[in-house]
């Protein structure tokens, strides 16, 4: 199913807890009502110039780790679905590989555990809301990016808090893992983090004011001050970078073939399509359209580190 940006994020976040996904790392595999992939019948695989490597092939199902709290970009519906951008996504590289969309099991991941994941093999690649970092790119290889943003705070309305400048000394909530945690360890040291792992716990941690701020991505953010009068978005954008898909350090095979996956998709057109589909308010795309490969529209990491500050 379909979400405008911003419907009903905490019954997402109450589905989520009620499947027990997001931490737990259970599998499942998504049905057609994951994507608007997931609809199309099964045929042939999509010949994208580069082979699917051998141990994916043989399994018939491609393993991917992907965010099940964080809407609308991966997620679990009223169904007890994986849904969103990523999500469908997922699907379409499951129909490259194998000519059938569901060939695809999913695997919840979270910030502190996406990568652990895939360097012992429990799943193939990562699709779960990550941004490029220089030190992580020396933990896996990324692929060519598919989306882009930065890091924001989500504060009530009636907070003082406009800029990262006024978090010092104070309790600011944090996801483990996050690059939001990451950027404040490294230039905001004396920022105090409240962790946690879950979307939702971190929300419920800012309503109860145990923090001045939540740190994330503006993506993230956004939505969440959509469903939520009593928040706000603030602050510049810290720590912008794209998001790019993970594999194991050194697996050219599996680099390779995604990248041509995803330059496939990018030609069609693919992403700025479905993320219409996925986010239906026109001021949201808009503001959100450059951060999305295109045609004649292709996004690249930056050449330094992404935790200046």
């Known amino acids: 199913m379909r979400l405008r940006f911003g419907i009903f994020v905490s019954a997402a976040m109450a589905l989520v807890l009620a499947a027990g996904c997001s931490s737990s790392g259970d599998d499942s595999t998504s049905g057609s009502s994951g994507g608007s992939s997931g609809a199309a019948a099964a045929g042939n695989p999509v010949d994208v110039g580069v082979a699917l490597p051998d141990e994916v092939k043989s399994k018939g199902k491609l393993a991917v780790g992907v965010k099940c709290d964080y809407p609308p970009f991966g997620y679990i519906d009223e169904a007890s679905k994986n849904a969103g951008f990523e999500i469908d996504i997922a699907h379409q590289l499951a129909n490259i590989a194998f000519g059938d969309p569901n060939a695809l099991t999913l695997t919840c991941v979270t910030g502190s555990n996406r990568v652990s994941f895939l360097t012992s093999n429990r799943i193939d690649l990562i699709e ?173 990491y930056p050449s330094g580190s992404t935790m200046q500050c």
């Open 128 to 300: 779960a809301t990550m941004n490029y970092t220089a030190e992580r790119a020396q933990t896996i290889d990324f692929t060519t990016p598919y989306f882009d943003s930065g890091v924001k705070l989500l504060v009530p309305k009636a907070s003082s808090v406009t800029s990262f400048d006024q978090l010092a000394g104070k309790n600011v909530i944090t996801i483990t893992g996050a690059t939001a945690s990451l950027w404040l360890t490294q230039c905001m040291k004396n920022v105090k983090q409240t962790l946690f792992t879950e979307t939702s716990q971190a929300l419920t941690a800012l309503t109860q004011k145990r923090g001045v701020a939540f740190a994330q991505d503006d993506t993230l953010l956004l939505d969440l001050a959509s469903k939520n009068p009593t928040l706000k978005v603030v602050g510049d954008a810290k720590a912008d970078s794209p998001w790019g898909m993970g594999v194991r350090k050194g697996d050219t095979a599996m680099l390779d073939w995604t990248n041509a996956a995803l330059k496939h998709l990018q030609d069609s057109d693919f992403f700025w399509t479905d993320f219409q589909k996925t986010v239906t308010d026109k001021s949201v795309q808009d503001q959100f359209a450059k951060y999305v490969p295109r045609p004649g529209n292709s996004l690249s």
